[in-house]
C-alpha cells in the first residue's frame, strides 16, 4: 500500500502515526524516490473521490506532508502549482478548506509568494468560497483565520492594492467573518480586521466595518475553570477596543453608540465603554475629536459629578483630560468651544461650595489642568477670579473651605506641569524655563493671604478648614519660583507656630501636617528653612527641661528636617551641641535619652551627606566618637557620662549606621582605638564603663567586615563576652547584649577552621556550657552560640552537637524549663545577625533547624513523664512561631496534636507560648484547614478556653478569637454547625472584656458564627 492509502486508514484511528507516514513520504520527495506529480496523482484519486470524509483525509495528508517538507526541495514554480492546485479545491469543494488554509501556510514558509499569489489567495477566500461561519469546526476556522493573519501581517501592500482595484472586496471581507463566536477565532479575527480599519480607505464601508466588530460589545465571555488556552475576557476585550478606536471613519458610529451603553445599569458595562471612549479619543483626529467634544463632555460630567464607582469618576477624568490635550494639537477655536461649558459649570459649582459637586468641579479643574502648562494657565485664568470674588464676599468658613479645596487642585495641576516649563536642547541642556509664565503667578499673593489667614487665624477645632490650608501652603512652597523667600518664611513661620504653640491632642492632625510642610520647605527652601525654622526650635529645646516641659513635638519636628540633605549637617551638629548642654547642665536622663534618638533618626531616616555613595566617614569623628568615649568612659569631658544602658546602646546604633558602609582601612582604624576596651570588659562586672562596652561594642563589632578581627582578636572577645553572659550577677540589659555578641562574633568572626579550638579555650564548648556544672546560665549562652552557627551554616557538625544537648535538656527536671525556653530565642529575629552587618546568613537553615529539632520534640513527647512535657511544647511552639507555613505544612500531622496540647499548659508564666501557639493555629486554619477538620471539637473547646478573663492575657484572648472567627469559612459546614450555640452563648461574655480590642474581635467573631444562622434561613 501507497502512504497515502496507509495514512488514510490511519487518519481516524492514529494521529501520530498517519503523521509519521507523511514525514515519510515528505522524506521520499527530498531524495527523490517520491517525484510531486506522483504526489499529486496519487492524491489526486482521493482528494476528487466522492466521500467527502475521503477527500477532507487526502487534503490533511497533502497538509501534513507539506508541513514536513525540508526547506528548499520544492523550487519556486513547484510551489506556485501546488498554490494554484490548492487553490482550486478550495474554490470547487466547501469540504477540507481547513487543511488547505495548512497546506498554503506550509508552502508561504517554503519560499514567499509574490503580491498576486498573495491576492489571488486572499480573494479565493474571502470571494470563492464558504464564509466563516459556514464551516462548523473551530478548529477548521481557526487554521482559516491564521492563514488570513499571515497575509495581512506579511503581503499588506498587495491586499491594499487588492481592495483598491476591486470596490467590493472589502464589502465581502467584512461579511467573511459574521458570526464567529469563538473567543481563540475572535482575538484573530479582531487582529485581521484592524489592519483595513488603520490602513485603508474605507469609503462607504465605514459603517459595516464598524458593526462588524462593534457587534461583540460588550465582551461578557468568562474563561471556563481550567482554560488551556489562557484566553482571557480583558485579551478580548483589548482587541475589541483597538479595533472600536482604529479610524477616525468610525466617530459618527461609535460615539453615539457607546454613549448610550454609558446609561447602561451594569457597572462592568460602563468600565468597559469608558475604556473605548479614551481609546477613540487618545486614537481618533483632534479634527474628529472637535466635532464631538461637547456631547462627549455632556455625558461624562454625571459620572464624576454623581459617582457610582470610584474608578468610573476617575476614568471619566481621564478621558475629559484626553479630549483637551487633543483638542491643544488643532486651531484654538475647538479647544475654547470644549473649554467652555466645562468652565462654566465648575464656576457654577463653585457657587454651591461646600458640595460633591464642587469637590467634583475640582476634580475636573484638576485633571484638565495637569495635562499641559498651556491648559493650567486657561484654567487658572477661567477659575480663579471667580474663586477668590466668591472667597472674599463670603465669612461662611465651610465655604471657604471648600473654596481652598479647588483651590489646591489647581496648585497641585501647576505643580504636575511644572517640569515642562523647562526646555533642552538636544544635548540635554537647559535652554528656557517658562516658570515665570505661570498664569498662577498673578494670584499667588491671593492665594497665599486666604490660606495663611486660614492657618493663623481660623478657629483650631476648624481642623479640616486648616488642613486645607496647609495643604494649599504645601503646594505652593513646591512650585518653581511662584513664592519669593519673604513668602516661603511665612508660611515657615506658620507651621513652627503651630507646632510650638499648638501641642493638645485634639490639633495632633495639623501638628502632623505642618511637620510635614516644613520638611517639603526644607527640600525646596533650604537656607530658607536653615534661617528661620532651625533657629525657633532650638530656642525652644532647654539645655535642662523643667518639671512639665513639653518638648517632643518640637524635637521630633526639628529632627524630621533632617531627612533634607541641606540641612542634615545643621540639624545633627545642633542636635550634638544642646545634647553636651544639657549634661554639663546635669539634665534629666529622659531628656538626655530624647536627644539621642533624635540623633539617631536623623541618621536613621535623614538624608545624611555621601562621598562616593557611601556616608561620610566625618559623621563618626566629629558627633559619634565623642558620644562613644563619654559612654565608655575614654573622654576627658568634666559633663556627665553617658555610660548608662540605653545611652550605650543608641550611641553603638549611630556608630553602626556610620561604620557598616566604610571601607577596611577606616573600620581597622576604629577597632584599633577600642580593641582594648570591647576584649577587657567581662573583667569587672559592676564597672559602669565596662557595661557600657559591653552594649556598644555589639553595634560596632556587626558594623565591621569578617575581615576585621583576627582568630585570635575574635578568641578574646569571645572569652570576655561568655564571662560576662555566664555571670549570675550580671544585668539584664548587659547579659542579652552579651549574648548577641557572641552569636555575631561566632557568626562572623571565628573561622570554621578554627572553631573548635576557639569554643574550647573560651568555655563556649558543649562540654563546658552543657556538662555537669550547667547553669541557666551556661544554657542560655549555649543557644546564643548554636545560633550564631546555625545562621551561619559554615559548621553543622558542631551545630549539631549543641542542638542534640540542647534537646537532651528538655527531660532535665532542673533545667529543662530553661533549655525549652531558650529554642524560642534561638530562630527569634536579630537585626544585628544580617547580611547588611557582614554576617552569614544561610538561605536554609530555617528548615535545618526544624528538620533537627521539630521531629525529635514530636517523638520524644509521646513518651516522656508529665511533669516535663510541658518543656517539650514550650519548646516546640517556640520554634513553629518564627517558621514560615512552608517549612512545617508536609508535618501537620504530627504538629497539630502537640500545638492543641500547648493550649492547655495552666501555668501563666506560659501566656506568651499560648500567644504562639494560637498564632501558628491561625495559620494552619487560613492555609490548610481541613488538617484540623478531625480535631474540631477539641479545637474549638481549647479556643474557648483561651478566651476566658482573668485566666488569659488580652493578647491570647485576641488571638483566640481571631482563630475562632476563621473557623466557620475555613471549615466545612458541617464541622462547625454542631458548636454553633455553645460559641455564640460562650462569646457573650467576651463582649464585655475589659479590653477594647478584645471586645472589637469578639464582636468579629460573634457574627461570623451568627451567620451560620442566616445561611439556615436562606436554605429554607
Known amino acids: ?59 490533511s495528508y497533502l497538509a501534513d ?118 473567543p481563540r477565532n475572535l482575538m484573530i479575527v479582531f487582529s485581521i480586521l484592524q489592519v483595513p480599519m488603520t490602513e485603508w480607505d474605507l469609503g462607504p464601508h465605514a459603517q459595516d466595518l464598524f458593526d462588524s466588530v462593534f457587534n461583540y460589545f460588550p465582551i461578557t465571555f468568562k474563561p471556563p475553570p481550567g482554560d488551556p488556552y489562557g484566553i482571557t475576557a480583558q485579551d478580548l476585550k483589548g482587541r475589541l477596543q483597538d479595533c472600536i478606536s482604529a479610524s477616525s471613519d468610525f466617530a459618527p458610529y461609535s460615539f453615539p453608540a457607546l454613549l448610550d451603553k454609558l446609561d447602561s445599569s451594569s457597572i462592568n458595562t460602563k468600565r468597559d465603554v469608558l475604556a473605548a471612549i479614551k481609546g ?31 474608578d468610573l469618576a476617575q476614568e471619566a477624568l481621564a478621558i475629559l483630560a484626553a ?8 486651531q484654538e477655536g475647538a479647544l475654547t468651544a470644549y473649554l467652555k461649558p466645562v468652565i462654566k459649570e465648575c464656576n457654577e459649582h463653585l457657587e454651591d461650595a461646600p458640595t460633591k459637586q464642587s469637590q467634583a468641579a475640582g476634580r475636573i479643574i484638576n485633571s484638565i489642568a495637569k495635562t499641559s502648562p498651556e491648559l493650567a494657565n486657561t484654567m487658572t485664568k477661567a477659575i480663579l477670579p471667580h474663586l477668590f470674588e466668591l472667597f472674599q464676599s463670603s465669612e461662611s468658613i465651610a465655604k471657604r473651605r471648600g473654596l481652598i479645596e479647588v483651590l489646591n487642585s489647581l496648585i497641585s495641576a501647576t505643580k504636575d506641569v511644572s517640569d515642562q516649563w523647562k526646555i533642552y536642547n538636544v544635548e540635554g541642556v537647559l535652554v528656557a524655563d517658562r516658570a515665570d509664565e505661570s498664569a498662577l503667578r498673578d494670584w499667588s499673593a491671593e492665594a497665599l493671604e486666604a490660606m495663611l489667614r486660614a492657618v493663623v487665624n481660623a478657629p483650631k477645632s476648624e481642623v479640616s478648614f486648616r488642613l486645607f ?83 517632643e513635638k518640637v524635637l521630633e519636628a526639628f529632627t524630621k528636617l ?66 562613644l568615649d563619654q559612654a565608655l568612659g575614654l573622654s576627658e569631658s568634666g559633663s556627665r557620662s553617658l555610660s548608662d544602658h ?115 579555650s573560651t568555655s563556649t564548648d558543649v562540654a563546658s556550657l552543657l556538662g555537669k556544672n550547667r547553669s541557666s546560665e551556661s544554657i542560655i549562652l549555649a543557644f546564643s552560640v548554636a545560633k550564631g552557627l546555625l545562621i551561619q551554616g559554615k559548621s553543622n557538625k558542631y ?75 514550650v519548646a516546640l511552639s517556640g520554634i513553629l512561631r518564627w517558621l514560615p507555613y512552608t517549612i512545617i505544612e508536609n508535618s501537620l500531622s504530627t504538629l497539630v496534636p502537640l500545638l492543641l496540647q500547648s493550649l492547655d499548659l495552666q501555668d501563666q508564666a506560659h501566656q506568651d507560648v499560648k500567644s504562639a501557639t494560637l498564632t501558628s493555629v491561625e495559620t494552619i486554619i487560613t492555609q490548610n484547614a481541613s488538617a484540623l477538620f478531625e480535631h474540631a471539637s477539641s479545637l474549638i473547646s481549647r479556643l474557648l478556653a483561651c478566651t476566658a478573663a482573668p485566666d488569659n492575657t488580652p493578647q491570647v484572648r485576641k488571638a483566640a478569637l481571631r482563630c475562632l472567627t476563621h473557623l466557620p469559612t475555613q471549615f466545612k459546614r458541617e464541622a462547625v454547625v454542631p458548636y454553633r450555640r455553645q460559641v455564640v452563648k460562650r462569646l457573650m461574655g467576651c463582649l464585655d472584656d475589659g479590653k477594647r480590642a478584645v471586645r472589637t474581635e469578639a464582636v468579629r467573631c460573634r457574627t461570623a458564627w451568627l451567620s451560620l444562622d442566616q445561611e439556615d434561613s436562606d436554605e429554607e
Not at 486572499?122 to 469546526?137: E, G, I
Not at 531558650?822 to 526544624?850: R, W
Open 646 to 760: 540605653t545611652s550605650a546602646d543608641i550611641i553603638g546604633r549611630i556608630s553602626n549606621i556610620i561604620l557598616k558602609s566604610q571601607t577596611m582601612h577606616l573600620q581597622n582604624q576604629v577597632l584599633a582605638e577600642y580593641e582594648s576596651s570591647f576584649s577587657s570588659f567581662g573583667e569587672d562586672a559592676s564597672d559602669a564603663y565596662s557595661k557600657a562596652a559591653v552594649i556598644a561594642s555589639l553595634h560596632l563589632n556587626a558594623a565591621f567586615q569578617r575581615e576585621a578581627l583576627t582568630p585570635e582578636s575574635a578568641t578574646n572577645i569571645l572569652g570576655s563576652l561568655a564571662r560576662t553572659a555566664n555571670n549570675s550577677s550580671t544585668l539584664p540589659n548587659v547579659q542579652l547584649s552579651a549574648l548577641r555578641q557572641t552569636a555575631l562574633v561566632v557568626n562572623k568572626f571565628v573561622p570554621p577552621a578554627d572553631l573548635e579550638q576557639s569554643l574550647i
Open 562 to 627: 533632617s531627612t533634607e540633605a541641606q540641612v542634615f549637617d545643621t540639624i545633627v551638629l545642633r542636635l550634638k551641641n544642646k545634647l553636651q548642654a544639657a549634661l554639663h547642665q546635669q539634665a534629666n536622663i529622659t531628656y538626655v535619652h530624647a536627644l539621642l534618638m533624635a540623633i539617631l533618626f536623623a541618621f536613621s531616616n535623614g538624608s545624611p551627606g555621601a562621598e562616593d555613595g557611601v556616608i561620610k566617614f566625618s559623621y563618626f569623628s566629629d558627633i559619634a566618637k565623642p558620644l
Open 799 to 873: 551545630t549539631t552537637a549543641y542542638l542534640q544537648s540542647l534537646l537532651e535538656l528538655l527531660s532535665d527536671p532542673t533545667f529543662g524549663s530553661v533549655a525549652a525556653r531558650g529554642f524560642a530565642t534561638m530562630l527569634a529575629p536579630d537585626d544585628i545577625l544580617s547580611k547588611e552587618n557582614h554576617c552569614y546568613v544561610s538561605g536554609l537553615y530555617k528548615q535545618k533547624s526544624f528538620n533537627q529539632t521539630v521531629p525529635s520534640i514530636s517523638a520524644s513527647s509521646k513518651s516522656v513523664d508529665s511533669a516535663v512535657k510541658s518543656n517539650y511544647l
Open 65 to 182: 506532508v507539506l508541513e514536513q517538507v525540508a526547506p528548499k526541495v520544492l523550487k519556486g514554480q513547484q510551489r506556485n502549482l501546488l498554490c494554484g492546485f490548492v487553490l482550486t479545491r478550495v474554490a470547487d469543494d466547501s469540504e477540507g478548506t481547513g487543511h488547505c488554509a495548512r497546506a498554503l501556510m506550509a508552502l508561504e514558509k517554503l519560499g514567499k509568494w509574490d503580491s498576486d499569489t498573495a491576492a489571488n489567495i486572499a480573494n479565493t477566500f474571502v470571494s470563492d468560497s464558504q464564509t466563516l461561519r459556514d464551516h462548523k469546526l473551530q478548529s477548521e476556522r481557526f487554521t482559516i483565520l491564521q492563514l488570513l493573519d499571515l497575509l495581512l501581517r506579511n503581503y499588506r501592500k498587495a491586499l491594499k492594492d487588492l481592495h483598491n482595484d476591486d470596490h467590493d472586496f472589502l464589502a465581502r471581507f467584512i461579511t467573511y467573518f459574521d458570526g464567529e463566536k469563538d
Open 323 to 330: 479630549i483637551a490635550n487633543q483638542l491643544s494639537q488643532v
Open 1 to 59: 500500500m501507497s502512504d497515502i492509502q496507509l495514512y488514510l486508514v490511519e487518519a481516524d484511528k492514529n494521529k501520530d502515526e498517519a503523521r509519521r507516514l507523511a514525514a515519510r513520504s515528505a522524506a521520499a520527495l527530498a531524495n527523490g524516490d517520491l517525484k510531486l506529480v506522483e504526489l499529486i496523482e496519487n492524491a489526486g484519486e482521493y482528494i476528487n473521490h466522492e466521500d467527502a470524509n475521503m477527500r477532507i483525509k487526502s487534503l
Open 280 to 310: 477613540c479619543v487618545t486614537n481618533y483626529e483632534p479634527t474628529t475629536i472637535s466635532l464631538y467634544s461637547v456631547t462627549l463632555w455632556d455625558s461624562l460630567k454625571f459620572e464624576i459629578l454623581n459617582v457610582e464607582e470610584e
Open 469 to 551: 490650608a496647609i495643604a494649599g501652603l504645601i503646594g505652593m512652597v513646591k512650585i518653581p519660583k511662584l513664592l519669593a523667600d519673604s513668602d516661603v518664611s511665612r508660611i515657615i513661620e506658620s507651621f513652627t507656630d503651630i507646632i510650638i504653640q499648638e501641642r493638645s491632642a485634639a490639633n495632633s492632625e495639623v501638628e502632623g501636617a505642618a511637620i510635614s510642610g516644613l520638611a517639603v520647605a526644607a527640600h525646596h527652601s533650604p537656607i530658607v528653612t536653615s534661617e528661620k525654622a532651625l533657629p525657633t526650635f532650638l530656642a525652644e529645646l532647654p539645655d535642662n527641661p523643667t518639671l512639665g516641659s513639653r518638648y
